[in-house]
Each structure stands twice: as structure tokens, then as C-alpha cells.
């Protein structure tokens, strides 16, 4: 009867962890969404990951939104099921639209 090479065995576990993580992360991407309106709590860096914090959920987002947002922002976010990452983002203020030629 041959041996298992133990080496054999941790690759394909490890490959086989690897695979189902990648598999839970593009299943994350299709609707439904979850969707918040309010006020931002929060923001964090950790891990060299931007987040964001509001009532709901830690968001993942991109740098430059990160820095582009401040706490307190009235905005609207659309983000995954499993609440891990921001899809799009809309940042509401109190100012009047501009209404042409006033």
C-alpha cells in the first residue's frame, strides 16, 4: 500500500481553502444587496484595508473614497450581502443644487 506524502496532503488542503474562500467571495457579488441611509460613524485602516463604519456594517472601500469621506458625511451606500465591501456610494449635503444660470 504507497504512503501519503504529508507535503502532498497540506498543498491540496491549503489549495482546497484557498479555492473556497475565492468561491464565498464571488458568490458575495451577486444580488441581493444590502443598502444603508445615514450618517458615517467611522472610518479605519487596518491591515493596509481601508474601512468605513456605519449602523449596520464595516465596510471595505477603495483609498481614495476612504480619504475622500469624512465622519459625519448624510450618505447612502449600497454594499455586498455578507456586508463586507461598499459597491457604490452616494454622499448627500444641505447645500441648493445649482440651478443654471442664477
Do not use: H
Not at 444590502?34 to 481601508?50: M, P, R
Amino acid at each position: 500500500m504507497p504512503k501519503l506524502n504529508i507535503r502532498n496532503v497540506t498543498f491540496l488542503q491549503n489549495w482546497y481553502e484557498n479555492f473556497v474562500s475565492w468561491y464565498k467571495d464571488q458568490i458575495d457579488l451577486f444580488p441581493p444587496y444590502g443598502n444603508y441611509q445615514g450618517v458615517l460613524l467611522g472610518k479605519l485602516v487596518e491591515n493596509d484595508k481601508y474601512y468605513i463604519d456605519i449602523s449596520e456594517a464595516r465596510l471595505e472601500v477603495d483609498k481614495v473614497t476612504f480619504y475622500i469621506l469624512s465622519d459625519g458625511d448624510n450618505i447612502k451606500v449600497r454594499y455586498t450581502r455578507e456586508g463586507k465591501r461598499a459597491i457604490n456610494i452616494d454622499c448627500y449635503s444641505d447645500e441648493l443644487p445649482f440651478q443654471g444660470n442664477e
